[in-house]
T-cell receptor, first 115, second 114 residues
């Protein structure tokens, strides 16, 4: 079965420091990759997605992610975090031909930004 | 636009009771989804619908039923609640199931089964 692994369940970081949230996927076919953010007591919101083309994808709120096919990774980065970035972040994948399918989510990474 | 709304926001049930969660979207989306979120598990797809009158099973469908009688509404039913169904339930909708179309999520329903 296809899967998504988020290597860190919790990431504490100080404000204005850089952060990287790691995501690896398992698939031998085409994949479409996503990062979602969930602020406390809210639903999920799309941060960014990779469908094809440039491997560096820019999203909202200053986040970006890089698709690395050889390492089957899609890590999320931000050069300088704010307190307001405190949230849970989910990596997700759609696998299969025709780019249609259901989202498979990782278990999430809780980012805690401290002053 | 309200986007995706869910009713109720919170609910406590006793084992064996039944209930229905309502999801409504005002974006004229064809596709709707029900997920459950458990600590350390991410989101798992329960059922989804590709259009009015159609439903399909997701990853964890057992113990749940769904109906899509109107395009804008997607109902999730628990006929006989069990403590294992204690979770946060999210509804989502999208214009299409292709990867290029974003899923929009509701705010969630927190369900506790005692």
């Amino acid at each position: 079965a296809q899967s998504v692994t988020q290597l860190d369940s919790q990431v504490p970081v100080f404000e204005e420091a850089p952060v990287e949230l790691r995501c690896n996927y398992s698939s031998s076919v085409s994949v479409y990759l996503f990062w979602y953010v969930q602020y406390p007591n809210q639903g999920l919101q799309l941060l960014l997605k990779y469908l094809s083309g440039s491997t560096l994808v820019k999203g909202i709120n200053g986040f970006e992610a890089e698709f690395n096919k050889s390492q089957t990774s899609f890590h999320l980065r931000k050069p300088s975090v704010h307190i307001s970035d405190t949230a849970e972040y989910f990596c997700a994948v759609i696998v299969g031909g025709g780019s249609q399918g259901n989202l498979i989510f990782g278990k999430g990474t809780k980012l805690s930004v401290k002053p | 636009n309200a986007g995706v709304t869910q009713t109720p926001k919170f609910r406590v049930l006793k084992t064996g009771q039944s209930m229905t969660l309502l999801c409504a979207q005002d974006m004229n989306h064809e596709y709707m989804y029900w997920y459950r979120q458990d600590p350390g598990m991410g989101l798992r797809l329960i059922h989804y619908s590709v259009g009015e009158g159609t439903t399909a099973k997701g990853e964890v469908p057992d113990g749940y039923n769904v109906s899509r009688l109107k395009k804008q509404n997607f109902l999730l039913g628990l006929e006989s609640a069990a403590p294992s169904q204690t979770s946060v339930y999210f509804c989502a909708s999208s214009y299409d199931r292709a990867a290029s179309y974003e899923q929009y999520f509701g705010p969630g329903t927190r369900l506790t089964v005692t």
